[in-house]
């Protein structure tokens, strides 16, 4: 498995993008992603000259569309056809979320508490969820230098929220790219875990994020895994009930080369965070020099723990860098 850079959210002029996809490729070459996923509102024409393009610019473009309705954006990966939802009320969310399933893909809340109307139609999330199984993934992060922003913070705390009720649901960042004017702002990448052996592109980037192996940064990639006297078990894993211990192991590990170059944060104050559903559970400066951190953890009742990297970005304290959960069975067979 090999961790990969991607932006899962972006348009072109086929939606409300002022770019091609040819550009959106190699804007994302530039800034170091391995792949990007194009996401236009309702539609999947700009996908079109899709692998010439990645042949020209080595960039893995993943399909995929914006579910753009009034009462909410769902972004989705892995499609293998356009499906129709703009007529889609309040109510039929998990219809539209099996339809994506039917058809190859995996849905996520876009930017859920953006500002709506009449500033952004259906960009604030109405639609009625009564089963939290069926998202796959909720966008946390939206725009560029994510962290601070008040909506996101929301997002981040609902996610936090439904992991604590015991869902399993992926965290992605999005920056919802539409042009290609350069911006000062951090960029956010998530980092997906591909297992290269089998599918296309998309078909592994949707079995990594369906599997919750994502790690989301403006910086550092943050990798974490959990040891116990047999196992190993990475993001997005369950340790199963069986398997499940007093304590285990935490190993955080903190890749500064991660698309070196393109970001630059003070040296001094990051500090690594362990959170779950207990809340904090840990917390350490971090070395430069240090890129591997073995923090003892209880497991007691423990249901997910995460790895979060804090430090100062624009003069602002701020979470640079998260990884997605990883599960502890609370009961038999999962
Ligand atoms: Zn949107
Ligand atoms: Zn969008």
């Known amino acids: 498995m090999t961790w990969k850079a991607c932006e899962l ?9 002022k770019q091609s996809l040819l550009e959106l490729a190699k804007g994302a ?3 170091g992603f391995d792949c990007v996923a194009l996401t236009d509102h309702n539609t999947m024409t700009g996908l079109a000259g899709k692998e010439r393009i990645e042949e020209e610019t080595g960039m893995s473009i993943i399909s995929g569309m914006e579910w753009t309705t009034f009462y909410g954006h769902m972004v989705t990966i892995g499609l293998t056809e356009f499906v129709d939802w703009r007529l889609a009320g ?15 893909g995996i849905a996520g809340m876009a930017h859920p ?8 139609t259906g960009c604030f999330w109405e639609f ?26 929301r997002a981040f705390r609902l996610w936090t929220e439904k992991l604590n009720e015991g869902f399993r649901i992926a965290a992605t960042s999005g920056r919802d790219w539409h042009t290609q004017e350069q911006t000062d702002e951090p960029v956010s ?6 297992d ?9 980037a949707v079995r990594a994020l369906a599997a919750g192996r994502a790690s989301v940064t403006m910086g550092p990639l943050v990798t974490l895994e959990l040891r116990t006297a047999s196992a190993v078990y990475g993001i997005g894993d369950c340790v199963p009930k069986q398997e499940r211990s007093g304590s ?50 209880s497991g007691e009742e423990l249901m997910w723990v995460r790895a979060e990297l804090k430090g100062t970005v624009r003069g602002v304290r701020t979470t640079i860098a998260f990884t997605n959960a990883i599960y502890a069975a609370t009961s038999e067979g999962e």
Request: aromatic share 12%; proline share 2%.
């Open 29 to 31: 070459k530039a800034l």
């Open 90 to 104: 309040l109510g039929d969310i998990h219809q539209g979320i099996a339809e994506v399933h039917a058809h190859g």
């Open 9 to 17: 959210h972006s348009h072109t002029f086929h939606s409300d993008g």
């Open 113 to 120: 508490f953006r500002i709506g109307s009449p500033m952004c």
């Open 128 to 153: 009625n969820i009564e089963d939290w199984n069926d998202i796959d993934y909720i966008e946390v992060w939206s725009g560029t230098f994510p962290s601070i922003k008040t909506n996101n913070a």
């Open 196 to 204: 290269e052996t089998e599918g296309s592109q998309t078909s592994r």
């Open 248 to 297: 285990y192991e935490a190993f955080v590990t903190i890749d500064f080369q991660a698309r070196a170059g393109l970001w630059h944060y003070p040296e001094a104050g990051y500090t690594l965070v362990l959170t779950g559903n207990h809340g904090q559970m840990s917390e350490q400066q971090v070395r430069l020099d240090e890129s591997v951190y073995r923090i003892e953890i």
């Open 189 to 194: 990448v998530t980092y997906l875990n591909i």
